[in-house]
């Protein structure tokens, strides 16, 4: 019996818990802990009133506990939900206890809610083990213990306790089907569901069946979707949006635009703001923009155009699009910003070579004090990044440190790459050391880093090294690493990493093929490069504008032009670049009316408008062939603005040709276009001595050093075991440099003999 003060207080309780339970019992997760050794939950987007209502329980059940005030049963499994919200294992173990102490365990309801409890808070085995202790389980305990498993990425033991509740003659309801769907990502398991659903007839439950649409989809299987959509006897605005959305995920946006029409002409369904947009982003990612528009359009008729998601999915759609003023534009008259917005703009503008603009955004969102989301910063990293803005990189990297920031992984990924670019290889490193965790994007951004600065051995070391950790190199690895051989002609370095690509079986990818073509081109082996050609599965435009130039540069005129030809043939358009290699290669073969021929074939047959380096291609092609006077009248004629080095190519060969009065005529041309650098300088030195005129080309070098101008010493280098070592012209720096001057001096003696040998053979055969 309860004395006076006791039973008002206990009435009290029973009053407070009659408030409170009502509202716990179906509130999201939060990471508030109400007492130490908690489980970190997310709090992203949760009410605080919900946590306050969930920690006020708790405190008013402690209350109880210390003043002897009895707890009815009832009270116990919104006493559990609180424990699972506040990520409170602890009070969670304590409440359990006092649960059996009570006799309460039971309770098949009590013993559900402390399964879902332990689940919800990652300790399986506990849940099992409430599972277990179970005289008697209904549907609501398997439900539940199922439901862990699922949660907790175990989907074959949840299968498992499924057939072994059927087993034990209880049917599995649609709940528990739903909670199944809820962790299936395969589709050979999502097929033994559907079938059990079929067999236990809860298809027809509407939830059910939007699940299996969605589930199917997630796991690629369009077709199974679509079989259950239009299998479903009343269909809901879920169902329309689910299969709307999985056809704009997949790029078939004409049948969604269908599926749309039909869901308001025959559905009765009306679209709401999912709908539209899922939409937008499947235009998106097809580019669409005609239609974007039109879905914008009926956005507004809608009246859903203030939605913040709304408002987030268009901008991505003018980003994706190439209409990155329309973006900025809902961008400016957004009234509320969340992360994804900022995100969204600061991303379309760096993915739209507009990083100068998304910087400034990025400021002023630092200005308006939000804070930036990591996946933000990333973005304001690659934009310093394509700018090699240095300086703005490292500001954000302080700004990351003042404020210990704690960055992903893809931020600290874009920092290698941002100092990568920069050419601070050291600092890369630097950042690059000090990461705990390195996926291969990682890798790839170091070892990218230093092939870009040349420094091919130092790559593949740290390929090597990559190769030793769980990191298996991918495609963008092997062409990074094919592009630095290329660069430097390392041909030797190139064949072990096309071995590599052999024998470890990397998936084939056009990428690659083109690079092992390009790498073999420029390294002087164009047989391979043609073998690796001819065996490609696929070829695109970039394939074939790389063999025709390479075969070009090597001096195989004929054979560029009938891989041209065989280009057409195939159906592939050609682009400036493809026309590019064609000229070149007209020109290093003397095919002075080939050339001329397919110029006029770009211009007039494939509508591209020739750019200053065609030009060039055809003021070489007939300098060379001697027709200075008609590469003069091209340029004349052709309205073209000529650089000092193209005028240059035609006054060295007005002068092999001895045509004095055009070389006077071009030398003005440069001495109009004289702007005060040591290159222009030189040239103009160059065309006055072309010309004889020695007194101007004195002028000129007083002039430069007068100035204080220089100009850069010639140099080449080349390629040895992946190091590469510099020559500048008359440079004694290097450490193996008396060496080299002996073999030099051994060749060139050789070489002399030889020569004197073959005239002295030629004489004695013409006599």
């Known amino acids: 019996m309860l004395s006076p003060c006791k039973?008002?207080?206990?009435?009290?309780?029973?009053?407070?818990?009659?408030?409170?339970?009502?509202?716990?019992?179906?509130?999201?997760?939060?990471?508030?802990?109400?007492?130490?050794?908690?489980?970190?939950?997310?709090?992203?987007?949760?009410?605080?009133?919900?946590?306050?209502?969930?920690?006020?329980?708790?405190?008013?059940?402690?209350?109880?506990?210390?003043?002897?005030?009895?707890?009815?049963?009832?009270?116990?499994?919104?006493?559990?939900?609180?424990?699972?919200?506040?990520?409170?294992?602890?009070?969670?173990?304590?409440?359990?206890?006092?649960?059996?102490?009570?006799?309460?365990?039971?309770?098949?309801?009590?013993?559900?809610?402390?399964?879902?409890?332990?689940?919800?808070?990652?300790?399986?085995?506990?849940?099992?083990?409430?599972?277990?202790?179970?005289?008697?389980?209904?549907?609501?305990?398997?439900?539940?213990?199922?439901?862990?498993?699922s949660q907790n990425g175990d989907v074959n033991t949840a299968f498992s306790m499924c057939n072994m509740m059927r087993f034990e003659g209880m049917q599995p309801n649609s709940v528990t089907m739903l909670t199944l769907l809820a962790g299936i990502d395969l589709l050979v398991h999502l097929v033994c569901v559907h079938g059990s659903i079929t067999k236990c007839g809860v298809e027809s439950d509407t939830r059910v069946a939007n699940s299996l649409v969605n589930v199917y989809t997630r796991c690629g299987s369009l077709e199974s979707a679509e079989r259950v959509f239009y299998g479903m006897a009343e269909r809901d605005i879920v169902s329309w949006n689910t299969m709307i959305s999985?056809?704009?995920?997949?790029?078939?946006?004409?049948?969604?635009?269908?599926?749309?029409?039909?869901?308001?002409?025959?559905?009765?369904?009306?679209?709401?703001?999912?709908?539209?947009?899922?939409?937008?982003?499947?235009?998106?990612?097809?580019?669409?923009?005609?239609?974007?528009?039109?879905?914008?359009?009926?956005?507004?008729?809608?009246?859903?155009?203030?939605?913040?998601i709304i408002q987030t999915a268009l901008m991505g759609m003018y980003s994706k699009c190439g209409s990155l003023d329309d973006a900025m534009l809902l961008f400016e008259n957004a009234r509320h910003r969340d992360d994804v917005s900022w995100?969204?703009?600061?991303?379309?503008?760096?993915?739209?070579?507009?990083?100068?603009?998304?910087?400034?955004?990025?400021?002023?969102?630092?200005?308006?004090?939000?804070?930036?989301?990591?996946?933000?910063?990333?973005?304001?990293?690659?934009?310093?990044?394509?700018?090699?803005?240095?300086?703005?990189?490292?500001?954000?990297?302080?700004?990351?440190?003042?404020?210990?920031?704690?960055i992903d992984i893809a931020a600290r990924n874009s920092l290698v790459t941002m100092y990568a670019r920069c050419r601070r290889l050291e600092l890369a490193w630097r950042v690059f050391e000090r990461m705990n965790e390195r996926d291969v994007v990682s890798w790839n951004a170091i070892v990218s880093g230093h092939t870009q600065a040349g420094q091919l051995d130092k790559a593949l070391m740290l390929f090597a090294k990559m190769k030793l950790t769980d990191q298996r190199p991918d495609l963008?690895?092997?062409?990074?690493?094919?592009?630095?051989?290329?660069?430097?002609?390392?041909?030797?370095?190139?064949?072990?990493?096309?071995?590599?690509?052999?024998?470890?079986?990397?998936?084939?990818?056009?990428?690659?093929?083109?690079?092992?073509?390009?790498?073999?081109?420029?390294?002087?082996?164009?047989?391979?490069?043609?073998?690796?050609?001819?065996?490609?599965?696929?070829?695109?435009v970039v394939s074939w504008s790389t063999i025709i130039a390479g075969c070009g540069s090597h001096g195989k005129g004929k054979l560029a032009l009938s891989l041209y030809l065989e280009m057409l043939e195939a159906g592939i358009q050609p682009n400036n670049v493809?026309?590019?290699?064609?000229?070149?290669?007209?020109?290093?073969?003397?095919?002075?009316?080939?050339?001329?021929?397919?110029?006029?074939?770009?211009?007039?047959?494939?509508?591209?408008?020739?750019?200053?380096?065609?030009?060039?291609?055809?003021?070489?092609?007939?300098?060379?062939?001697?027709?200075?006077?008609?590469?003069?009248?091209?340029?004349?004629?052709?309205?073209?603005?000529?650089?000092?080095?193209?005028?240059?190519?035609?006054?060295?060969?007005?002068?092999?040709h001895g045509n004095v009065g055009l070389s006077k005529d071009i030398t003005e041309e440069i001495v109009a276009k004289e702007r005060e650098t040591a290159e222009n300088f030189v040239q103009l030195a160059q065309s006055y001595a072309a010309i004889s005129n020695w007194e101007g080309m004195a002028q000129m070098w007083v002039r430069m050093k007068s100035l204080g101008l220089k100009k850069s010493p010639g140099w080449s280098y080349i390629e040895s075991q992946g190091i590469i070592s510099t020559f500048f012209a008359g440079d004694i720096s290097h450490a193996c440099s008396d060496d080299i001057k002996t073999i030099l001096g051994v060749l060139n003696m050789e070489m002399r003999e030889e020569y004197q040998c073959r005239i002295s053979r030629s004489e004695a055969y013409s006599s």
């Open 246 to 308: 999985g056809h704009s995920q997949y790029g078939n946006v004409e049948v969604a635009i269908h599926l749309l029409q039909h869901m308001q002409l025959f559905g009765g369904v009306k679209p709401d703001f999912q709908t539209l947009g899922s939409l937008a982003s499947g235009i998106a990612n097809e580019g669409f923009l005609a239609l974007g528009k039109s879905i914008h359009a009926l956005i507004v008729s809608y009246g859903f155009e203030s939605d913040v």
């Open 578 to 656: 493809t026309f590019l290699a064609l000229l070149s290669a007209c020109s290093h073969a003397g095919l002075v009316f080939e050339g001329l021929r397919f110029y006029k074939s770009m211009v007039d047959d494939h509508r591209l408008k020739p750019k200053m380096e065609h030009s060039a291609c055809i003021i070489d092609l007939l300098s060379r062939a001697g027709k200075v006077y008609d590469a003069y009248k091209f340029i004349i004629n052709g309205g073209i603005s000529c650089t000092t080095d193209m005028l240059g190519i035609l006054l060295t060969n007005s002068k092999n």
């Open 7 to 149: 039973e008002m207080r206990a009435i009290r309780y029973k009053i407070a818990f009659s408030l409170l339970a009502p509202q716990c019992c179906f509130l999201p997760y939060t990471s508030r802990a109400i007492v130490t050794n908690t489980t970190a939950v997310s709090t992203i987007h949760q009410d605080p009133s919900f946590v306050d209502t969930h920690h006020q329980s708790l405190l008013t059940y402690s209350s109880m506990l210390r003043e002897g005030v009895p707890i009815s049963f009832q009270s116990y499994p919104s006493l559990l939900k609180a424990c699972a919200t506040l990520g409170s294992l602890d009070f969670g173990r304590m409440v359990h206890h006092n649960i059996v102490k009570m006799g309460f365990s039971s309770d098949v309801y009590i013993g559900a809610s402390l399964i879902d409890m332990y689940a919800k808070l990652g300790e399986i085995n506990d849940a099992h083990h409430a599972f277990v202790e179970l005289p008697e389980r209904s549907v609501v305990p398997w439900t539940a213990i199922i439901t862990g498993y």
């Open 476 to 540: 963008v690895t092997m062409v990074g690493l094919l592009q630095a051989c290329a660069a430097c002609g390392a041909l030797y370095q190139g064949k072990w990493i096309h071995g590599f690509i052999l024998r470890h079986n990397l998936e084939a990818s056009l990428l690659v093929d083109t690079a092992l073509v390009d790498m073999y081109c420029k390294s002087g082996d164009i047989d391979t490069a043609m073998k690796c050609f001819n065996q490609m599965p696929q070829k695109d």
């Open 343 to 406: 995100m969204t703009i600061i991303s379309g503008l760096v993915l739209n070579d507009r990083a100068d603009e998304s910087l400034t955004i990025f400021a002023q969102m630092l200005q308006a004090r939000y804070i930036p989301s990591t996946a933000i910063i990333a973005c304001a990293i690659a934009a310093c990044s394509q700018l090699c803005a240095l300086e703005k990189g490292t500001s954000i990297h302080a700004y990351l440190i003042r404020n210990h920031t704690d």
